[in-house]
């Protein structure tokens, strides 16, 4: 089992807290005049975004989370799962719903994701930030109407609801923005 | 080309601060009769203080980087040199970081026959001679745990100071249940340390006497150490001691801290007989204090890093 001593502390490094991976965002070395040093340290858990803190006595050691960032295509979501390829060794990994999270909303195949892996198995999917999707449905907007700036609901092809201009129509494609879940604008692509 | 004329720049301004700084302390001791010394930065004896790692040489035979001027300034002590001062370097393996340089600049003085208030004032003088224009309060170690923790550093027991430190999110292991100096410092890391940033400046006073290090306890009972330490910031700028005089007693607290250190698994270091035979011949009552030049240099001019106190490197 991989570990890590205090000494090799620093923001970004991956550790196992209570059995959950977490990232160390801050590393502080705390010394009383005469006493024991520790190093306080403010941690990420990767898994959820919660952050906390943590003292452990300088020298000790903290077992290593192996979390590896990666780049993965979307290929398809079989119902349960949702299922990422690496597109240089073609191998597959599926990720489940606590680890897709709100990204499976923006996702219909083909999508380069930031896939952080723990034990080789995805725990947080982030979508490209910028994506293009068809509205599947939505009402016609009222005619006269468009220099309001209103919005409406449009159902897109991956059954995530968006409100967008008035004038955008059923069919046509739309860019988003993944990080706000915001419209950004048409799309010429499709 | 900009940058490193600016770097150019600051290296400069260090380095001339430094040395109007270091006038100004020499001045204020030489007005006060206290006589600057040299000792050697090399010492057969490595400190026995279990927060301490010492650096050493290997060369033929094992010598030690000094970790203060203490030993060497007994010494002298023992000779009636009557009250004495060293500015110079002293070196802790490992400790690096926004506050803490493996080498660094002691400025370490004794004062014979004084009270420890007095010593406290001394601080409180030469600070104000290097330009240091705030008031420093003085606290006891007990008020400050107390008010952060709810809990009496000197008769609460071992198991309340675990609890506390856990709920804190301390990671403590079997073997630390029992160090009630770890305890103390668990709890004062976790809890007193993160308020000292937003207090104003403060020597803090009467310290438990699991963390005596090597000073007197106070009359009698015993309970408290004859000890200070100015923190500026939240940080250490200078500890000082009602000194132990005897012998034995100083023998002793090498032997405990070897105990210690073996309970914690660390190397044992052998006592500095030197400092002992000092001791033994006499030395009169004094009390020490050791300040940290870089340090008073971060408090003087609001410096958050330590190394940029340095020569800039390229």
Redesign the interface.
């Known amino acids: 089992m991989a570990t890590y001593s205090t000494s090799q502390f620093k923001p970004g490094l991956k550790i196992l807290v209570d059995g959950e991976p977490h990232s160390i965002l801050v590393n502080d070395i705390v010394k009383p005049g005469k006493g024991q040093a520790f190093n306080r340290i403010k941690i990420r858990n990767l898994k959820n975004g919660r952050v906390g803190e943590k003292t452990l006595k300088s020298g000790e050691s903290i077992e290593a989370a192996d979390v590896l960032e990666v780049e993965l295509q979307y290929l398809y979501n079989d119902g349960s799962d949702w299922y990422f390829m690496d597109s240089k060794t073609f191998e597959q990994v599926s990720a489940n719903l606590d680890a897709v999270g709100d990204a499976r909303f923006w996702l219909k195949g083909q999508e380069i994701c930031d896939v952080t892996l723990w034990n080789d198995h995805p725990i947080v999917v982030v979508p490209p930030n910028f994506v293009v999707l068809e509205v599947s449905e939505s009402d016609p907007g009222l005619k006269g109407d468009t220099a309001s700036g209103g919005t409406k609901p449009a159902v897109l092809e991956t059954g995530a609801t968006v409100k967008v201009p008035l004038f955008v129509e059923q069919g046509e494609s739309i860019r988003i923005d993944t990080r706000t879940g915001e419209y950004v604008s048409r799309s010429k692509e499709n | 080309m900009d940058d490193s004329k600016s770097d150019n720049a600051k290296t400069r301004e260090v380095f001339r601060r430094r040395a109007l700084l270091l006038q100004k302390i020499r001045t204020y001791f030489s007005s006060e009769g206290v006589t600057e010394v040299n000792t050697p930065v090399l010492s057969e004896f490595g400190s026995c203080?279990?927060?301490l790692k010492n650096l050493s040489l290997n060369k033929g035979r094992r010598k030690y980087l000094r970790t203060s001027s203490e030993s060497s300034l007994k010494q002298l002590l023992s000779h009636n040199l009557g009250d004495v001062y060293e500015i110079g370097p002293v070196f802790r393996d490992?400790?690096i970081?926004p506050c803490?340089l493996e080498e660094f600049t002691m400025v370490e003085w004794y004062r014979t026959n004084v009270e420890l208030l007095f010593l406290i004032e001394d601080v409180r003088c030469l600070l104000a001679r290097c330009g240091y224009q705030d008031t420093i309060d003085i606290t006891t170690y007990a008020e400050l745990f107390q008010n952060a923790s709810g809990l009496n550093p000197h008769n609460c027991g071992n198991s309340e100071l675990v609890s506390c430190?856990i709920e804190?999110?301390?990671?403590l292991?079997e073997c630390?249940l029992n160090d009630r100096?770890?305890l103390?410092?668990?709890v004062?890391?976790?809890v007193v340390?993160p308020l000292l940033k937003s207090f104003s400046p403060v020597f803090i006073i009467d310290y438990p006497k699991e963390?005596r290090?090597y000073a007197r306890l106070s009359g009698t009972t015993e309970t408290v150490a004859l000890r200070f330490?100015l923190i500026i910031n939240g940080i250490?700028i200078a500890?000082g001691y009602d000194e132990i005089t005897e012998s034995l007693e100083q023998k002793d607290r090498f032997n405990a801290e070897n105990r210690l250190r073996k309970r914690r698994g660390l190397e044992q270091i052998e006592p500095d007989a030197a400092w002992l035979d000092a001791l033994s011949s006499g030395v009169p009552s004094v009390c020490g204090v050791a300040l940290g030049l870089e340090r008073l240099e971060m408090a003087l001019w609001e410096i958050s890093d330590i190394r940029s106190l340095g020569i800039k490197s390229y």
């Open positions: 203080e279990p927060a490992e400790e970081g803490h430190a804190k999110g301390v990671d292991k630390d100096a770890l103390l410092d668990a004062y890391v976790s340390e963390h290090a330490e250490e500890n």
